[in-house]
């Protein structure tokens, strides 16, 4: 089946720390994978994605890459702020068989805090 | 501006009473989705619709209901078979539903009281 697992929280950093945010999977297909944010009280927003191996998701000074032969997307950041402080999510969407087509599997989330 | 409306942001409802959220979205989007987000669990997938008039049960659909009478609707109504219904509930839509990028809306505070 589907899953993700990602690394445990809380991650705790001072600013300009580097950050990685570890993330595996598994899927029955060739998945999509992406990292959604979360800042307090709010709903989920998009960060960055790739849709094929190899590639590499980047927005605001994050990555991924799509590392199949490790079945991994690790997050990362060279330097982190303040305002990156929210939860992150790492999610798959299969584009499987059957009716289950693009419906997302999260991993727990991770609580990222960063201190000035 | 385009997005996913959701509504109302807080909610409390006492025990035995059914209780609708509102999902709306101007994005025109084919497929919707209902996730419940709980501390420590992620989200887990409620119902999904791929069309108007369609749709189908995720992993945690007990106590749940859904329609889809308009491509830019999508209500979830929690019912009093629901046991533990205390929860931030997300909608979501994507253009279509074969791996395209999900938006989700702000989300609803459900609380039991």
């Known amino acids: 089946g589907n899953s993700v697992t990602q690394m445990e929280g809380p991650v705790t950093l001072s600013e300009e720390a580097f950050l990685t945010i570890n993330c595996t999977y598994t899927a029955t297909g060739y998945p999509s994978l992406f990292w959604y944010v979360q800042y307090p009280g709010e709903g989920l927003q998009l960060l960055l994605k790739?849709?094929?191996?190899?590639d590499k998701g980047s927005n605001k000074g994050f990555e991924a890459t799509y590392r199949k032969e490790t079945t991994s997307f690790h997050l990362e950041k060279g330097s982190v702020q303040v305002s990156d402080s929210a939860v992150y999510f790492c999610?798959?969407?299969?584009?499987?068989?059957?009716?289950?087509?693009?419906?997302?599997?999260f991993g727990r989330g991770t609580q990222l805090t960063v201190w000035p | 501006d385009g997005g996913i409306t959701q509504s109302p942001k807080y909610l409390f409802r006492k025990e035995g009473q059914n209780v609708t959220l509102s999902c709306e979205q101007n994005l025109n989007h084919d497929a919707m989705y209902w996730y419940r987000q709980d501390p420590g669990q992620g989200l887990r997938l409620i119902y999904y619709s791929q069309i108007v008039n369609d749709f189908q049960k995720g992993d945690i659909a007990e106590g749940y209901s859904v329609s889809r009478e308009k491509k830019e609707s999508f209500p979830l109504t929690v019912t009093s078979a629901q046991k533990n219904p205390t929860a931030f509930y997300l909608c979501?839509?994507?253009?279509?539903?074969?791996?395209?990028?999900?938006?989700f809306g702000e989300g609803s505070w459900l609380t039991v009281v």
């Open positions: 999610a798959l969407s299969d584009p499987g068989r059957g009716s289950t087509l693009g419906r997302l599997y």
């Open positions: 790739a849709t094929k191996a190899d």
């Open positions: 979501a839509s994507s253009m279509t539903s074969s791996g395209n990028t999900i938006y």
